[in-house]
């Protein structure tokens, strides 16, 4: 199954049990590369440090598959959780929200108030609960109007010359003619102070 098909059905069927994708039609060969998936999925939301080659080395140890596969299942994961080293937004965010529910369990078990209001009070900020949902505007429904081009002027309110191009034809039949030839331009010297700074005449009383 190609890499895209194989993405979809990975969103899909991630966490769904084997009788579901069963009976979805999901082939057992996509079946076994989903749990497989989804087992290196969980470990690296449970291990975000992992590098990839430790990602690629645990899945060749547990699974035994090639290298290329490994990296190709690597790939597939870091798509789902986005880039670690491009640092996308994904996986701050991922990040971020991970730290903070590690600080506020932290700060429940030494029985700190005050630091797990401020945790709470962070991700309240970051996760924007205390904003209003993003209402749909149906901007995506908008149908862009058809446009047809046309040689018609009478659309712009302008109106139309009978006959136009029968008329363009004779005036181009009438002012042509078979002597006119393309000729070469040549440069012409001149001293511009001549021409736009002239001299006063001396004899011209002023």
């Known amino acids: ?78 798509r789902l959780l986005g880039d670690f080293n491009k640092t996308t937004k994904d996986y701050d965010r991922f990040h971020v929200k991970q730290m903070l529910d590690e600080s506020f369990d932290k700060a429940r078990k030494i029985n700190d108030a005050r630091a797990m209001a401020q945790c709470a009070n962070y991700y309240g900020k970051y996760t924007q609960c205390d904003k209003e949902d993003i209402q749909d505007k149906g901007y995506d429904k908008i149908v862009m109007q058809p446009f047809e081009p046309t040689d018609d002027p009478s659309v712009l309110g302008i109106k139309a010359i009978p006959n ?10 009438q002012y042509w003619s078979d002597d006119i030839q393309d000729i070469e331009y040549e440069n012409v010297e001149f001293n511009e102070e001549d021409i736009f700074k002239p001299k006063k005449d001396e004899t011209v009383p002023e």
């Open 1 to 78: 199954m190609p890499v895209p098909a194989t993405i979809d059905t990975i969103q899909q069927y991630l966490f769904a049990d084997v009788d579901k994708m069963t009976e979805a039609g999901v082939p057992e060969i996509i079946q076994k590369r989903l749990l497989r998936l989804r087992d290196m999925y969980n470990t690296w939301l449970q291990f975000p440090r992992m590098k990839d080659l430790e990602i690629v080395v645990a899945l060749e140890e547990r699974y035994g598959i090639g290298k290329s596969a490994a990296y190709e299942d690597v790939r597939i994961i870091k």
């Open 164 to 173: 136009l191009r029968d008329k363009i034809k004779n005036k181009i039949n």
